[in-house]
C-alpha cells in the first residue's frame, strides 16, 4: 500500500508565497519521479512540475506558467517533494495534487499515484 500525503495550501494574496509538501510513504521499492499537477475549475489537470527522485539526478520540468516562479525540489532519504511558489498569481489559484510513479513491493512494475489534492487560492 503507497500513499501520498500532501500539505500546505491556503488562501494567500497575490503576489505572496506559499510551500506545498508530499510525502509518499508505504512498500516503496523505488521512485522514477514525483511532481505537482493542478485543476482549476472547469479546466483540465495540467502539469505543474516534477522531479526525478531515486536517479537522474534530480532533474526538474516545468510548465512555462510557472517557470522562474515555482521551484520543487525533493528530499530522497523522506521520499518527499516540495513545491516553493512564489509571486503567485490569481490564475494560480486550483487544485493540487501529488503524483508519483512508484514501484511498490507487491506491484510488479511502476504504478502512477495521486494524492488527494489540495487548494490553494490566491486573492487579487
Known amino acids: 500500500q503507497v500513499q501520498l500525503v500532501e500539505s500546505g495550501g491556503g488562501l494567500v494574496q497575490a503576489g505572496g508565497s506559499l510551500r506545498l509538501s508530499c510525502a509518499a510513504s508505504?512498500?516503496?521499492?523505488?521512485?522514477?519521479?514525483m511532481g505537482w499537477y493542478r485543476q482549476a475549475p472547469g479546466k483540465q489537470r495540467e502539469l505543474v512540475a516534477k522531479?526525478?527522485?531515486?536517479?537522474?539526478?534530480?532533474?526538474?520540468n516545468y510548465a512555462d506558467s510557472v517557470k522562474g516562479r515555482f521551484t520543487i525540489s525533493r528530499d530522497i532519504a523522506k521520499n518527499t517533494v516540495y513545491l516553493q511558489m512564489n509571486s503567485l498569481k490569481p490564475e494560480d489559484t486550483a487544485v493540487y495534487y501529488c503524483?508519483?510513479?512508484?514501484?511498490?513491493?507487491?506491484?510488479?512494475?511502476?504504478?502512477?499515484?495521486w494524492g488527494q489534492g489540495t487548494q490553494v487560492t490566491v486573492s487579487s
Open positions: 508505504g512498500s516503496i521499492l523505488s521512485i522514477n519521479y
Open positions: 503524483n508519483a510513479d512508484i514501484m511498490a513491493v507487491i506491484a510488479g512494475g511502476y504504478r502512477d499515484y
Open positions: 522531479i526525478t527522485i531515486y536517479y537522474s539526478g534530480g532533474n526538474t
